[in-house]
């Protein structure tokens, strides 16, 4: 009996049938990184003023007297204020005692706001996102956070449940209504609900379409191939900054960036089911079809003998949460890299989320953001080759950390240098959270690995979560935000210093092997990269929770091939 890594081998790492594979996944990506950066641009700052109505009962009256100066009190600056407005005269008030300012003492807006006229709809002069409304923006943000969070464990067991195609195309769709739903909200409650809905299939589709990419593409094009999926992600965030330019309409812009989604329709016949999966589930005959398929794509000759001795893949037992915590190293572990993957998130998003408060354009911004993840997805795999993980980690985290810190004391007046921190501090972030996904999947022992990844993800999901809450707290003071983005990466990655590194070892099967040290029996000696088949990237390459080992094992499902 032959296992499904060996007919894989036959089939071809990445021939035609993978790569058409890769760009039907790609375009997803692509597109869903409107749905997680595109809101920022839908709640900009806007000049804005209480709405006073009865003060236009004596414009005609006034002559060169400013109307709106009776109504609105003038802030620091001489402009009408935000937030705050004369208490209204009553009905009997003269004409005299108004222009004394006889009743002026001030009271929060009572009739809602102004806003300049001819100023497109945005979620915040539409939905009145401003004074004690204006921290709508960022709950509604970690709502999306918390979606992402759900959607990553309801569509795992989904994903194993169903198979890889069904779950793909229901997100799909998911993601293609809901956000178009999104555009016609009456309600900010009601677009919060559908925005958490969204986030859901988002973060579905991103654990699936990987699950689906590395249970097809061979082992020594897998990382290529991942990278692939998150440098498309990136582009879609270069052209969200385009399209935020040249669609300021916030239902329109929703519009325009989701129904492409609709066009994907076609992937119902063009997508292929995982014939890992189809094995795992007993199909063998159904199996054996896609393979043969998948062959004569590649123009490989696939030997029918090796072909039927194809056998059904099988699982092994897995551990559980608690083991974790039961063994000292294990456990010192285990902790580290929470608090790393929590960090990342938190950094990451805390950057991302804040792309117009650097001081430059913010479509400008966008543009660069999307722009420095490309290098940064792949300076990752040249820095494990040649730091290793533990120091590559400790260096991405404490870099990202100190370019937050010396923002703190950069003027306002010198918003290029912001930006350029910004920047830097952005490849840091990305950069690290590849290299954590690689890390953490090398240290965790395979029978626990599944729950290992499952909690670090956890973690990093409640990191994003918190983001937005914490840039609330600049209405303390401005500079608390980064200061949290600054000094809890330094300190998550100093204590990456008492993690073992784990460049060019061989993967621990049991916590035994992890406390003893000791090389698995069955694994060969990794002392290359090739050798474990991951292109650059010895021992395992995941992404949301999928890791993959030498042979096409992967690792979620508990098994060896």
């Not at 009996?1 to 036959?10: K, N, P, S, T």
């Not at 178009?180 to 969204?198: C, D, I, M, N, Q």
Request: charged share 15%.
């Amino acid at each position: 009996m032959v296992q499904f890594h060996e007919v894989l081998a036959e089939v071809g790492d990445l021939g035609r049938f993978q790569i058409r594979l890769v760009v039907l996944l790609l375009v997803p990506s692509f597109l869903s990184a409107f749905y997680v950066f595109a809101q920022p641009f839908m709640v900009l700052d806007e000049a804005h003023h209480c709405s006073v109505a009865w003060v236009k009962n004596y414009t005609s009256v006034l002559n060169a007297t400013d109307p709106l100066s009776l109504a609105v009190p003038l802030d620091a600056a001489g402009n009408p204020d935000s937030c705050l407005m004369f208490r209204p005269p009553p009905d009997n008030a003269s004409l005299e005692d108004i222009l004394s300012h006889r009743f002026n003492e001030t009271q929060p807006c009572e009739a809602g706001w102004d806003y300049p006229e001819h100023r497109p709809p945005s979620l915040t002069n539409e939905f009145d996102l401003v004074c004690d409304r204006k921290y709508l923006k960022k709950t509604s943000q970690s709502v999306f956070m918390a979606g992402l969070l759900l959607g990553a464990l309801i569509f795992g067991p989904v994903c194993d449940w169903v198979g890889r195609k069904v779950t793909i195309l229901v997100q799909l769709l998911l993601m293609a209504v809901i956000g178009l739903a999104t555009a016609f909200a009456p309600s900010f409650e009601l677009y919060a609900v559908l925005y958490f809905a969204g986030a859901t299939a988002v973060a579905g589709y991103t654990f699936s379409s990987v699950t689906l990419l590395t249970e097809w593409v061979g082992p020594s094009r897998r990382t290529q191939a991942v990278v692939w999926t998150q440098c498309a992600f990136a582009i879609g965030q270069m052209v969200l900054a385009g399209l935020a330019y040249g669609v300021r309409n916030w239902r329109l812009f929703q519009i325009a960036g989701t129904t492409p989604v609709f066009l994907l329709v076609f992937y119902a016949w063009a997508l292929p089911e995982s014939a890992r999966w189809l094995l795992i589930r007993g199909k063998v005959e159904e199996a054996k079809q896609l393979i043969q398929k998948a062959a004569s794509v590649n123009k490989r000759n696939l030997s029918p003998e090796l072909l039927n001795q194809l056998a059904p893949e099988k699982t092994a037992p897995s551990g559980n949460a608690l083991d974790l915590f039961r063994q000292p190293q294990l456990r010192k572990m285990t902790l580290i890299l929470f608090s790393v993957w929590f960090v990342d998130s938190l950094v990451y998003f805390g950057l991302s989320l804040q792309v117009g408060d650097f001081g430059l354009d913010i479509y400008l911004t966008q543009l660069i953001f999307g722009a420095v993840e490309v290098p940064a997805r792949y300076s990752s795999i040249f820095l494990m080759q040649n730091l290793g993980r533990k120091w590559s980690q400790l260096g991405t985290l404490i870099l990202g950390g100190l370019m937050c810190i010396i923002i703190i004391f950069i003027p306002a007046d010198l918003p290029v240098v912001v930006t350029v921190l910004a920047v830097v501090g952005k490849f840091a972030t990305a950069s690290g959270f590849s290299i954590s996904y690689v890390y953490s999947a090398e240290l965790f022992p395979t029978i626990i690995r599944q729950t290992g990844m499952g909690l670090v993800a956890i973690f990093s999901r409640i990191g994003g979560i918190i983001t937005p809450l914490v840039s609330l707290l600049e209405e303390y003071h401005k500079a608390i935000p980064m200061i949290i983005y600054g000094s809890l990466p330094i300190g998550a990655g100093l204590i990456c210093i008492l993690l073992p590194e784990t460049r060019g070892q061989t993967l621990k099967d049991t916590i035994e092997d992890l406390e003893n040290g000791s090389h698995p029996r069955w694994r060969q000696s990794a002392s290359s990269a090739n050798e474990l088949g991951l292109g650059g990237v010895p021992g395992a390459w995941l992404k949301e929770g999928a890791w993959l080992t030498r042979g096409g094992e992967r690792g979620g499902s508990g098994r060896k091939s």
